[in-house]
C-alpha cells in the first residue's frame, strides 16, 4: 500500500498565471487586439505552442509558420524577463508545508508540468531539490489532457498510475489525470474542476490526515 504525489506547477505550487498573461497580452497589443484575464483563462495547463494558436485564435489573426516561431521566442523572453525576478515569497501558501509533511511521512513527489520553465521557476523558489523527479514541457510529446505527462511521472516514483495523486488546477490537467487513471486533486473553483475526485481551494485547505486515508482506501 504505497503512494505518490504529481504536483502540477503552475497554479498550484505557484501563480506565474499572471506573468503568462502579461506576456502574452504584450504580442495581443502589438497585434493590436484585445486580450483579457478570461482569454487568459483558456491558456492554464496549455502547451506555449497551443497557446498561441487560442491567442491568435481569439484576434482571429492567421499567420506563417515562421512568424509563429518568432512570436514563441519573443513571447517566452518576455516571460523570462517576469520569472527571473521571482523568489521563495512567490511560493503558494501551504505548498512548503504541503511537501514537509509528505517529507515527513516519506511519500515521494515529482513535477508534472506542461512548462519548459518548469525547472528554471522551481529553481528561482528554491523548491527544484525537493522533488524526487520532475517531467516538464520539455519531456513530454503530448500536451495534457493526454496523459504523457502524469505517466512518466509515475515510472520515476516507481508507482502504477493506481498509487499516483495529482494536484492539478486546471481543467486539461484534471483530465489527463483521469486519463492516467490516477487519483485527481482539483486545487481551485470547485465548479470548474467538478471533474476531480477531491477538491480543495488551495493547498492550505488539504487535511493533515488526506494521504493516510488515501492509503487505506487504495
Ligand atoms: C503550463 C501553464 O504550466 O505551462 C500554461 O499552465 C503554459 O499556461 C504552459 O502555457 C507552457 O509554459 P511554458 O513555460 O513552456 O511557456
Ligand atoms: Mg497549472
Not at 108 to 116: F, M, P, T
Not at 196 to 203: E, G, I, P, S, T
Amino acid at each position: 500500500n504505497k503512494i505518490g504525489v504529481i504536483f502540477d506547477l503552475d497554479g498550484v505550487i505557484v501563480d506565474t498565471a499572471k506573468y503568462h498573461y502579461l506576456a502574452w497580452k504584450e504580442l495581443a497589443d502589438d497585434l493590436g487586439f484585445e486580450f483579457t484575464e478570461k482569454h487568459n483563462e483558456l491558456l492554464k495547463g496549455v502547451s506555449r505552442v497551443r497557446s498561441l494558436e487560442i491567442l491568435l485564435g481569439i484576434g482571429n489573426i492567421s499567420i506563417s509558420e515562421e512568424k509563429k516561431q518568432e512570436y514563441l521566442v519573443s513571447k517566452n523572453e518576455e516571460y523570462l524577463g517576469y520569472i527571473t525576478k521571482m523568489g521563495a515569497n512567490e511560493i503558494l501558501p501551504g505548498a512548503s508545508e504541503l511537501l514537509d509533511a509528505l517529507d515527513n511521512v516519506g511519500i515521494k513527489y515529482v513535477l508534472g508540468s506542461a512548462s519548459k520553465n518548469a525547472p528554471l521557476i522551481l529553481k528561482q523558489i528554491g523548491l527544484y531539490d525537493r522533488f524526487a523527479g520532475i517531467v516538464d514541457g520539455n519531456s513530454v510529446s503530448k500536451a495534457k489532457p493526454d496523459p504523457e505527462v502524469f505517466l512518466i511521472g509515475a515510472e520515476k516514483l516507481n508507482l502504477t498510475p493506481k498509487q499516483c495523486v495529482v494536484f492539478e488546477d486546471a481543467i486539461a490537467g484534471i483530465e489527463a489525470a483521469k486519463n492516467a487513471n490516477m487519483i485527481s486533486v482539483g486545487i481551485g473553483d470547485e465548479n470548474t474542476l467538478k471533474e476531480a475526485d477531491y477538491n480543495f481551494n488551495n493547498l492550505t485547505e488539504v487535511p493533515s490526515d488526506f494521504f493516510e486515508k488515501l492509503v487505506t482506501l487504495n
